[in-house]
């Protein structure tokens, strides 16, 4: 991996989140100059905290807020949270508006306290950002059937201000190559906050690299030895930067978006496709409930409902076996994935 030395940082951002702001009233004294000496930090959620952790080694301690068995996007922090933030050396997050409780923090933090490190782990991956219904095809087909011009309300000004709305599925790390180039960012952004210790952020990150190669491995290997194209997620589909690395297809009667509903239709549609493939296992989110999933076992042909995750959290039983990113990717995702394509 080649470590850019390009500034990742954000800093002075022009503007303040009001709630954000009022919360950090008269906390001015204990952050505007930290500890003194860079080691400590916040993420944005649980991935990004055990990748912060990671990349710190023994120099710095990232925390999480996010409870156990809870994800961060979707979140909201209490009052505390922003002079907790405030009074450490650095805040790691994403700049996608799923996580708009973190972009506001992070704007305050621009303002108001420059002595925190804002590190936008987006940053050089968002020509790889695909949008929520990139692989949702059904409903473009159904806009089309409609009689709806898809160009409607979807114009070349919308196309502009794409990355500022941050209409995209933020789901990145589920793709250990882009999970590499996240890693990598955060090491840039900690080596420029912190110049001592720039080449032993760079090195660690270099070895986690060396990890998330073996987990690119085993999905290649499912890949290269799966008995079908395709497997069923009964629940909103995380894993769409899977499908584009891979060559997956992962059909959802939810689709991308964690907002869509299943209809009755989708669902039939969904139990048609499990016995015309001959799938035995059908894939949930571990973090949604697992009802669709039993629904589409008892009336189809598949056997078995096996849980995946979308690795942006964790629970309670994980958390206590001391899982990280790559536990669940190699302990929970890539035997589930090899189940459900027949890839054993």
Request: net charge negative; aromatic share 8%.
């Amino acid at each position: 991996m080649t470590h850019s030395r390009r500034s990742v940082l954000r800093r002075g951002a022009g503007f303040a989140v009001a709630g954000a702001a009022a919360s950090l009233a008269g906390c001015s004294d204990a952050a505007s100059g930290g500890s003194g000496e860079f080691d400590s930090g916040y993420a944005a959620f649980f991935t990004l905290h055990d990748w912060a952790n990671q990349v710190a080694g023994d120099h710095a301690t990232f925390e999480d807020p996010v409870d156990v068995g809870r994800l961060g996007h979707g979140w909201t922090p209490d009052g505390n949270l922003a002079a907790d933030v405030a009074s450490t050396d650095a805040f790691v997050y994403l700049d996608n508006s799923e996580f708009s409780w973190a972009q506001d923090l992070a704007a305050t933090l621009e303002e108001d306290y420059d002595t925190v490190a804002v590190i936008d782990g987006l940053a050089g991956v968002e020509d790889d950002l695909l949008d929520w219904d990139h692989s949702h095809e059904e409903e473009g087909e159904n806009r089309e059937e409609d009689g709806h011009d898809e160009e409607d309300g979807h114009d070349e000004e919308e196309e502009e201000n794409h990355d500022e709305s941050g209409q995209y599925d933020p789901h990145v790390w589920v793709d250990p190559v882009l999970a590499a180039d996240v890693v990598d960012t955060i090491a840039a952004g900690l080596g420029e906050a912190d110049p001592d210790n720039a080449d032993a952020y760079a090195d660690n990150a270099d070895a986690y690299a060396e990890e998330l190669d073996a987990v690119d491995a085993a999905f290649q290997s499912i890949a290269e030895n799966a008995a079908r194209d395709v497997a069923v997620m009964a629940g909103h589909n995380s894993f769409q930067y899977l499908e584009a690395r891979y060559g997956f297809r992962l059909h959802s009667p939810v689709g991308v978006s964690p907002q869509n509903e299943p209809t009755q239709s989708e669902i039939a549609d969904t139990i048609e496709l499990v016995n015309t493939e001959g799938i035995d296992a059908v894939l949930y989110d571990r973090f949604e409930s697992s009802t669709l999933a039993e629904s589409i076992v008892e009336n189809s042909d598949a056997t078995e409902a096996i849980p995946v995750t979308p690795a942006g959290g964790t629970t309670r039983e994980w958390n206590d076996a001391g899982y990280g990113y790559l536990e669940q990717m190699t302990e929970v995702n890539v035997p589930a994935f090899e189940r459900a394509f027949d890839a054993q």
